[in-house]
């Protein structure tokens, strides 16, 4: 804090983002009925570096951790595994307004990668296991 009156001219901006993360479940039928399967809410941490580069254009690349276990969950049954997820991506911002004012609304855009692993240990009987198999895997997704 005792650095922040200098940063006010620069042209990089560097900082750390913590929060919760919810994601969104999705349903896995078959047969025998249904399950919902996902990542248990979780901390997510990361940095942000972002380059002032014009006046109204701005551009940020994000880096965030998220500690979210795997799970499947229906019929009176849950099946849990350690996992994590990763996300990096790169976003461009508009910022249109006085750059000095104190407050400044921006739209952003961009894209980038979802990195998931599942990181517990592997059980010969899961409940659940004729929706969704909870392994150590992993899975790179495009991130917009």
Known sequence: MALGPVCFAQEWELGVVAGYGVHRDVT????????????????????????????????????????SDLRVKGNGQEAAFKGESHAVHYDLL?????????????????????????????????PLNKFALLTKTQEVEPLI
């Open 28 to 67: 896995v039928t078959n047969a025998s009925g249904s399950a919902k399967a996902g990542f248990k809410p979780g901390l997510a941490a990361g940095a942000v570096a972002g380059h002032n580069m014009y006046p109204y254009l701005s551009g940020e690349m994000r880096y965030t951790y998220r500690f």
């Open 94 to 126: 508009y910022l249109p307004g006085d750059a000095d004012s104190a407050i400044r609304p921006f739209v952003a855009g961009g894209g980038g990668i979802m990195f998931y692993r599942g990181t517990g240990k592997e059980v010969v009987y899961q």
